[in-house]
């Protein structure tokens, strides 16, 4: 069974970076797209930046643009979702996701079929 295991969320303070990192259980997997979304509680799950595998091709949320960069490696299929200048309302559950089976807008959750377990960002004032 191919996961999708996540590292990198933690406490940071405002202004602070972090740097999240996504990889495939399975060396043989492959994607279209790879992307990161969060859910801050009682909120609903935004976009937030997503990588075509083929094309390189980056797209952002607006609520993120210039503050986080999105990057992939071929080993594991590997995404990384570098963070700076964090603000509180960065806090959120942040989920990477993978679009294996191609077709659907990578700006909405439902373009994705494999998501990761989540990993917590915590901004502290």
């Known amino acids: 069974q191919v996961q999708l295991v996540e590292s990198g969320g933690g406490l940071v303070q405002a202004g602070g970076s972090l740097r999240l990192s996504c990889a495939a259980s399975?060396?043989?997997?492959?994607?279209?797209?790879m992307g990161w979304f969060r859910q801050a509680p009682g909120k609903e799950r935004e976009f937030v930046s997503v990588?075509?595998?083929?094309?390189?091709?980056?797209y952002y949320g607006d609520s993120v643009k210039g503050r986080f960069t999105i990057s992939k490696a071929n080993a594991k299929n590997s995404v990384h979702l570098q963070m700076d200048y964090l603000k509180p309302e960065d806090t959120a559950v942040y989920y990477c996701?993978?679009?294996?089976?191609?077709?659907?807008?990578?700006?909405?959750?439902?373009?994705?079929?494999?998501w990761g377990q989540g990993t917590q960002v915590t901004v502290t004032s």
């Open positions: 996701a993978a679009d294996t089976l191609g077709g659907n807008s990578w700006f909405l959750t439902a373009g994705y079929d494999f």
């Open positions: 399975d060396d043989t997997f492959s994607s279209y797209a």
């Open positions: 990588i075509g595998w083929s094309s390189g091709l980056t």
